[in-house]
């Protein structure tokens, strides 16, 4: 019987952090960068603009925009309900595994992605932000369990510069697929492109399911017990979130900064969800193949700074403190809201990507990070990230709902980035009120 590694060790270290490299590619080849092209180029190709969906005509961005609230929506309700069975029954890397599976699988049946089955098209969509997120709701809690305090910065750091340099090698041979379609056997021209981008969706979820077997063989299951599921531990997941809101009236410090990432994660997580749709239809391309080269360039370099980003970040947050920094990084990004505003050439959308990336990286990295410092000691780790993730989850869903809707009314998405301003805003505010240490 294999052992478990022991708490801090190089191997289980890594073998969390490995994760981030094999789902990474969802976030970046799906939600960011190859998909949004592929789905404007469907509408582009057809020669409209908006949809028939539910007795109604609504544009593009609107429909994608309140499909992923919705699904976020599923999972804010669903963390707490599965990581309550996990604790009970001693195993949340199976539910970690099962969330990884349904994502994988998600993002290959996007290969069949069309609008004239827009419905179940809408749904592999759907199911691969649901595998995506609730994976990471069991793969953040893992964070306190496999190193110790003075390791996590750095861990964490080291888990999203895996994911980035993991994504972009795939994004780079997914790119060099759709641009030269030919060296592939898939023939020349704008439907040959089209279809390289649905082999991506393939590459995905293989690569997802492949690489995390590595990080699977080496977490530990949980704390073991013999406890069955049954009907009265179901709800136990939203007793535990409840324990976990009354006890943050002893703990003002986790209360004052949870309250802090709920306003400004909420802006952080809807820029990086509709980035490339912004870039898509907001631009003056030059034609398409421009615009398919300009946005994977973009994202690219996104997630190249986002490298550093991350270390310079964790690096401020030793010499200045963890709560000074994040203010920090808010800062630029109400600064980046407003510039993007005002962003109409590729050149100036590069410039915008890069500052994007240098914040996007250190802001996820530190705040899971700080997160996971101002917990009390606790075994029941889970339960406070579940707290974590579904706070995050339902900023996520009047995130994209506020933007969606402001994009549908006003015809523009350049309105629903400047409205991002005042979330970052008030999160700075918010997290002065937070104690330093």
Known sequence: MKMNLPKGSKKLLNAWAFYDWANSVYSLVIAS?????????????????TIEVFGGAIRSTPLISYTTAAAFLVVAFISPLLSGIADYVGNKKRFMQFFCYLGSLSCISLYFFSLENIYISLLSYFFGLIGFWGSLVFYNSYLPDVAFKEQQDALSAK???LGYIGSVV????????????????????????????KISFITVGLWWIGFSQYSFKYLPKGNKTK????????????????????????????KRYLIAFFVYSMAVQTVMLVATYFGEQEIAWGGDDEKTLGLIGSILLIQLVAVLGAIITSKASAKFGNIPSLIGVNLIWVVICVVAYF?????????????????????QSLSRSTYSKF???????????????????IGIVIGMLLYGFIDQITGSMRNS????????????ILLFRVPRK
């Open 170 to 197: 795939l994004l780079l041979f997914n790119l060099t697929m759709v641009m030269f379609p030919q060296f592939f056997g898939l023939g020349e021209g704008g439907e040959a492109s089209i279809e390289a981008m």
């Open 375 to 393: 917990l009390p000691d606790t075994e029941d780790t889970t339960s406070y990230f579940s707290f974590y993730d579904v706070a995050e989850k």
């Open 159 to 161: 888990g999203y510069s």
């Open 33 to 49: 960068a190859v998909f949004p092209i592929f789905y404007g180029a469907l509408f582009s190709k057809a020669g409209m603009d």
């Open 227 to 254: 406890h069955k599921v049954t009907s009265k531990v179901i709800f136990n997941g939203f007793r535990e979130l409840k324990g976990v809101y009354t006890s943050l009236s002893a703990n003002v410090s986790l």
């Open 343 to 363: 962003v109409v050439t590729p050149t100036q959308f590069y410039i915008t990507a890069a500052f994007v990336g240098l914040v996007m990286g250190g802001i």
């Open 417 to 428: 980035i400047l409205f991002l301003v005042l979330f970052f805003g008030a999160g700075v």
